[in-house]
């Protein structure tokens, strides 16, 4: 059975920094592309940040970049993403993400793994 854990989410002010780990269990960590989404309350799901199983490849939303950083330990089955910057606007449920392939996707349903989400809350 696939698990993902979030944690490390909190209320922070704008310009604050946060690191969100998410830990995997139960799936082949080190050859599964993952991904972070997140989402705000009235709002779809939006895709943040993804990474190859390698984590030689990274891609990010342009709402995020230059901001975020994701990263992986895949020894140690978890992956992060190191947000700077935070803005309000980054107040959302911040999801984990797994699609048991190399490949990464920005389609929430490519992905069948997921977290139970972390709320990360930025006041201005």
């Known amino acids: 059975q696939v698990q993902l854990v979030e944690s490390g989410g909190g209320l922070v002010q704008a310009g604050a920094s946060l690191r969100l780990s998410c830990a995997a269990s139960?799936?082949?960590?080190?050859?599964?592309?993952m991904a972070w989404f997140r989402q705000a309350p009235g709002k779809e799901r939006e895709y943040v940040a993804g990474?190859?199983?390698?984590?030689?490849?990274?891609d990010y939303a342009d709402s995020v970049k230059g901001r975020f950083t994701i990263s992986r330990d895949n020894a140690k089955n978890t992956m992060y993403l190191q947000m700077n910057s935070l803005k309000p606007e980054d107040t959302a449920v911040y999801y984990c993400?797994?699609?048991?392939?190399?490949?990464?996707?920005?389609?929430?349903?490519?992905?069948?793994?997921w977290g139970q989400g972390t709320q990360v809350t930025v006041s201005s």
């Open positions: 139960g799936l082949t960590f080190s050859t599964s592309a």
């Open positions: 990474i190859s199983w390698s984590g030689r490849g990274t």
């Open positions: 993400a797994g699609t048991g392939a190399v490949v990464v996707s920005k389609r929430p349903g490519n992905y069948p793994y």
